[in-house]
């Protein structure tokens, strides 16, 4: 499970391959490769390994039709963090939540 976290950490830790799934999330279909490509002020090349790194956290699926390639986000994977972080959450509200008792009792 870490294996996965530390992908999708790695995938959205990057700006622009934020930029590319909110792309696709707002678009809510499959878009082509050069339509997103024409989006963003780096070369096809470039969104095209931002789009890898997004499919390898599985983040994104990328399809052929043709000689064109489409590709879609897929937000279930977030949940993984999501999950991840409410156990630290909840680490640190029962923490402060003792904290807060044993400083009452040192004031009364």
């Not at 989006?39 to 064109?68: D, N, P």
Request: one cysteine or more.
């Amino acid at each position: 499970m870490q294996d996965n976290i530390t992908k999708i950490l790695k995938a959205i830790a990057d700006p622009k391959r934020r930029e590319i799934f909110h792309a696709l999330i707002i678009a809510s279909s499959a878009l082509s490769i050069t339509q997103i490509s024409g989006q963003f002020e780096i070369s096809r090349q470039g969104v095209t390994k931002h789009i890898k790194t997004l499919e390898q956290a599985g983040l994104v699926e990328i399809t052929s039709m043709g000689r064109e390639r489409y590709c879609i986000a897929d937000a279930k994977p977030l949940k993984k963090i999501t999950e991840w972080v409410k156990f630290y959450e909840q680490f640190w509200d029962t923490a402060l939540d003792n904290l807060g008792s044993y400083l009452d009792e040192k004031v009364d």
